[in-house]
């Protein structure tokens, strides 16, 4: 049998509130690069991005904040009521997220790379890019506690963002692993994350 390639492209997903950021800040600890699509959007809808000319083409001025920025709370409100809303910006944000990612892995050199990509589930563009995927999961009743409270968000609206997620069957059914992010405090969390860096990288875990 032929050696297996050496691990390089990590797929890292989960719901909101699921703790995948805290999980993204474990990997780079561990010595990853990480790649987060959604600092990548954030970073083409500021004002100036270079997003910005095709979404107020596509919906009009008034999803463009007075800063010139992205109104995102308008545009999440506009995406959940219209489908085809969602559609347009999805078309029009994905392939920048794309490319960005793709800049920001090369110039990662020989270092592992995590894609932090909550919509990883939604794509398999994504799932051919990674080599294994690692699924952040909670309960939704815990999802929505996190997200409201964080967010400052009543409870009917933070289980309508929920609910327009991928699923958590359909997450789970993509992973190689899953850390079930749940009543557990940091100091295990990291453990966690450190053990299953070892087992993937083929290295002892870091002390901590």
């Known amino acids: ?3 297996k390639p050496p691990l390089r492209a990590i ?3 989960g719901g909101i509130g699921s703790g995948k950021s805290t999980v993204a800040r474990s990997l780079v600890a561990c010595g990853a690069q990480l790649v987060d699509t959604d600092a990548i959007a954030r970073a083409l809808t500021m004002p100036g991005g270079a997003a910005m ?3 107020c083409a596509a919906f009009g001025t008034r999803v463009q904040a007075s800063d010139g920025a992205l109104d995102r709370d308008f545009m999440r409100q506009l995406a959940f009521a219209d489908t085809h809303a969602k559609a347009q910006l999805e078309a029009t944000l994905h392939p920048l997220i794309g490319e960005e990612a793709r800049r920001q892995a090369e110039a990662a050199g020989e270092r592992p ?3 932090d990509v909550p919509l990883l589930g939604a794509t398999s563009a994504w799932r051919a ?3 294994r995927v690692l699924v952040v999961d909670c309960s939704e009743a815990t999802q929505i506690e ?3 409270r964080r967010a400052g968000w009543s409870e009917e609206m933070a289980r309508s963002v929920v609910a327009q997620q991928v699923s958590r069957a359909e997450r789970r059914a993509l992973a190689d692993a899953v850390i079930f992010n749940d ?3 940091l100091q295990a969390l990291h453990a966690e994350v450190r053990a299953l ?3 993937w990288m083929g290295a002892a875990p870091a002390a901590t």
């Open 1 to 3: 049998m032929g050696l």
């Open 11 to 13: 797929g890292l997903t």
């Open 53 to 55: 000319p095709a979404l």
């Open 113 to 115: 790379v995590v894609f």
């Open 129 to 131: 890019r990674v080599q």
């Open 146 to 148: 996190r997200v409201a």
């Open 183 to 185: 009543g557990v405090d």
């Open 197 to 199: 860096w070892a087992l």
